[in-house]
């Protein structure tokens, strides 16, 4: 019979081993050998942890608080949250974290942090919009002080043992005395329910999948700079190069990181055409993009529960 699992958190959280490949697309950026934590989230023994833990691995090891081992594999990713669902091969554990309710978690609210070795209480310093580089946007994301080493994939919990968020990485946060402290930025949780089940049944979030174009762009003293491109992605396949300034989206001037991946999202779903000007060198020119579905430019792909 499974607990749902308030009264002792650590029987929810195991710690993963993830191991990928040296061809996969994101070894150099990520590593081959990927550590960190993983949350049991619902009856039968699926978990969630962060995306990048995962993405593109050809093994995935388990470990609970008593040491039993489990491969698992990954059930579905959510590159717009930026998690995945993990499902291991034998069961290790039946302990698991319902889903806090999101709008009690505000600034101020106590909370602890945990992973698989340890636990810290912190704070929600801040619930702001987060943007990423590698094409991310979260409209709330949590900041929490002081820092939880060993973040990625950490649960966040309240008082209830509830669980709030998963841990994505570590960064400078400021509180509202402007002081500057050593935190982390957590993604907030609320999967369950139809969204589980969908993501159970079809190894992806029920969403419209967003148009990728495999780029990492940083806002770089006022300009959007490409500083990275994957390799056989629509942008290295238009000929978009490290470098490169962007200046509009379908002829629309962008100036800020979030307001040009909104852009390029607002031009339709998965497999549309996204036409961009770019600055190279003092000079313009206009490239068109065939923008692809992120699910379909990975190494390992999902595997569907049935």
């Known amino acids: ?24 697309t994101t070894a150099n ?17 699926l978990l969630v942890t962060i995306g990048y833990l995962v993405l593109d691995a050809e093994e995935i090891w388990l470990t609970n608080h008593l040491g039993q081992v489990s491969q698992a594999w990954v059930v579905a990713h959510d590159f717009d949250l930026g998690l995945a669902i993990l499902k ?56 929490t002080a002081p820092e939880i080493e060993d973040w990625s994939g950490s649960a966040l919990l309240n008082e209830r043992g509830e ?6 990485l570590a960064t400078e946060v400021q509180a509202a005395s402007n002081i500057v402290m050593q935190g982390n ?18 190894g992806r979030a029920s969403g419209t999948p967003r148009p ?19 390799k056989d992605c629509p942008a290295h396949l238009a000929g978009i190069e490290p470098g490169d300034i ?19 999202w607002s031009l339709g779903e998965a497999g549309v055409l996204v036409p961009l000007t770019i600055e190279r060198k ?6 068109m993009l065939n923008s692809i579905d992120r699910h379909l430019f990975q190494l390992s792909p999902t595997r569907i529960l049935n």
């Open 212 to 230: 990728w174009m495999g780029t990492f762009v940083q806002d770089y003293q006022g300009q959007l700079v490409m500083v990275g491109i994957y």
């Open 246 to 264: 962007v200046l509009s989206v379908d002829g629309e001037p962008v100036g800020q990181l979030a307001e040009f991946f909104r852009s390029v």
């Open 163 to 168: 669980l709030c968020g998963i841990g994505s």
């Open 88 to 143: 291991p091969a034998v069961s290790i554990g039946n302990h698991w974290l319902r889903a806090a309710f999101l709008d009690e978690v505000v600034p101020g609210k106590a909370l602890q942090a945990r992973n698989a070795f340890n636990s810290i209480d912190c704070a929600v310093i801040g619930k702001r919009e987060f943007v990423g580089r590698w094409e991310y946007v979260l409209d709330e994301a949590l900041f």
């Open 282 to 287: 003092g000079t313009k020119k206009e490239y």
């Open 1 to 24: 019979m499974s607990v749902s699992q308030t009264e002792a958190p650590n029987k929810a959280i195991v710690s993963i081993k993830a191991i990928v490949p040296d061809n996969a």
């Open 29 to 45: 950026l990520l590593g081959t050998e990927r550590e960190g934590t993983a949350v049991r989230i619902s009856e039968d023994g």
């Open 185 to 202: 930025m957590f993604v907030p949780f609320s999967l369950e329910g139809d969204e589980l089940q969908f993501m159970r049944e079809q």
